[in-house]
């Protein structure tokens, strides 16, 4: 197998980390490098070479990640982040290397909940009743607000009695009782859904703390999951994110055009679209059949040790000694 390079973006947070572990896993010979808005971030460890980037929508985002493509002779790019899909997809064309996105303008729809809400509405996709605050009429008795945009749980207001007041970079939706279900979505460079992968989850800080593998509604995530690739520029792996009721009514309520946050929990239980990925994009093959397994994980703080060390900005990558514990 050819040796390749690949960058990571994002390795400062629990997603990029996930397909840096899922890289090292598969054995192959791939050298990884890292970037993140941050010099140094837990994810170091993991890479081969690391960067500092700027913000995605600073403009001067796109220039500093071709210098690393051209300086790293990288193969491919795999985002991490919502923004970052956005601004890689819109400027793919500049781009000295392949990035795996959907194109710009799902990748725009999926940054906002409001415009997903929009669009799924207006092409019979279910999607969980959504207002702007100037538009709620209260017509149903538990609502949440929540930033229109950003990830993790940040901002989230449950039942506020002053709708009215906040900004239109809010949205309101029924608040819906019942499971949290993660489903992984894989499309393959075909346009086909290449599988899916369901898991109750609890959450903690914003980020998947437990999950049990859940596939009993499997049926009606595929449809929805074959409306929205039918909605056309949906590539990778995807993440929809769902309540199931009592009754087993699926209210879908937020997409995430990338490689989501438990990509390291599903490949251990056979659904690993960081490698189906790696497969297509880099190797040019066809991405395994997912085999998938029962189960239940969760997750731990980890500690990466650096004896003798005065400071961080020296601890680039891999070559850093350190000790896991």
């Not at 980390?17 to 192959?28: A, D, E, M």
């Not at 499997?218 to 769902?242: H, M, P, T, W, Y």
């Not at 190797?283 to 997912?290: E, F, G, L, V, W």
Request: aromatic content about 10%; some cysteine; charged content about 20%.
């Amino acid at each position: 197998m050819e040796r390749k390079t690949v960058l990571i973006t994002g390795i400062g947070g629990n997603v990029g980390q996930g397909i840096l572990r899922n890289i090292q896993s598969l054995q192959w010979p791939i050298r990884v490098v890292g970037c993140d808005i941050a010099a140094y971030t837990s994810g170091n460890y993991l890479c081969d070479a690391t960067y500092q980037v700027p913000y995605s929508y600073q403009e001067n985002y796109i220039s500093v990640v071709n210098d690393i493509i051209k300086k790293e002779k990288i193969d491919l790019v795999i985002p991490s982040t919502d923004y970052e899909v956005y601004y890689l997809a819109l400027n793919s064309e500049k781009l000295a290397a392949p990035a795996v996105t959907c194109d710009a303008l799902m990748a725009k729809t999926f940054l906002d909940k409001y415009a997903t809400y929009k669009c799924f509405s207006e092409n019979g996709i279910s999607f969980s009743k959504s207002w702007l605050p100037e538009e709620f009429d209260f017509s149903v008795k538990q609502y949440i607000a929540k930033p229109r945009e950003g990830r993790g749980s940040r901002g989230i207001l449950i039942n506020p009695e002053n709708v009215k007041s906040l900004g239109d970079d809010y949205l309101i939706q029924e608040l819906h009782q019942g499971i949290e279900i993660t489903t992984a979505i894989y499309v393959n460079r075909q346009g086909l859904i290449h599988g899916i992968f369901s898991m109750e989850r609890k959450l903690e800080n914003g980020t998947t703390s437990q999950t049990i593998v859940n596939d009993k509604f499997n049926a009606e995530f595929l449809k929805i999951a074959q409306q929205i690739v039918d909605l056309g520029g949906i590539r990778g792996s995807i993440n929809l994110q769902s309540i199931v009721d009592e009754h087993g009514r699926i209210s879908p309520f937020e997409v995430n055009g990338r490689i989501s946050g438990t990509n390291s929990i599903r490949h251990c239980f056979g659904f690993q679209d960081v490698k189906y990925v790696i497969q297509e994009y880099l190797y040019n093959q066809q991405p395994d059949k997912p085999v998938t397994i029962k189960g239940v994980a969760s997750r731990i703080l980890l500690d990466v040790i650096y004896t003798n060390a005065d400071n961080f900005e020296s601890l680039k990558d891999k070559s850093s000694k350190h000790i896991i514990y």
